[in-house]
């Protein structure tokens, strides 16, 4: 029984890491705004969003913002592997974006990066 698990496990583990070397690169980046400037935020922010998603690396480039603290904003950046996310870097509207919005920050925008792992992802 028990060598049955560990062939499970290990069939599992294989099958996980040959999905994941396809899988989606996700972005989640933490921003917190000075609150006199939250809307020019959002426009500046929002017109990178629309143009984010016709760049061909990106499967989806979406912005929340907190409920409970609207100064509080996370872009969620799916990339079709880690050259989408570098492409994205060299686009004139994320330089213009960052550029536009750095003024804006209470506090120096934070990233993290993750790995889709859902297989049934419609990305």
């Not at 499970?8 to 890491?17: A, K, L, M, P």
């Not at 603290?69 to 994320?94: I, S, W």
């Amino acid at each position: 029984m028990l060598t049955m698990l560990r062939r499970t496990i290990q069939f599992r583990d294989r099958r996980n890491f040959s999905a994941m070397a396809n899988t989606l690169h996700v972005v989640l980046v933490h921003i917190h705004v000075q609150p006199h400037l939250i809307e020019a935020f959002r426009v500046a922010t929002l017109a990178n969003a629309r143009e984010s998603v016709k760049e061909p690396g990106v499967a989806r480039f979406d912005v929340v913002q907190e409920i409970d603290d609207p100064t509080r904003f996370v872009l969620v950046e799916a990339y079709h592997g880690p050259a989408g996310a570098a492409a994205h870097k060299e686009t004139a509207h994320y330089r213009k974006w960052r550029d536009e919005v750095a003024a804006m920050m209470a506090a120096p925008r934070a990233s993290k990066k993750y790995l889709n792992v859902t297989e049934d992802a419609t990305w």
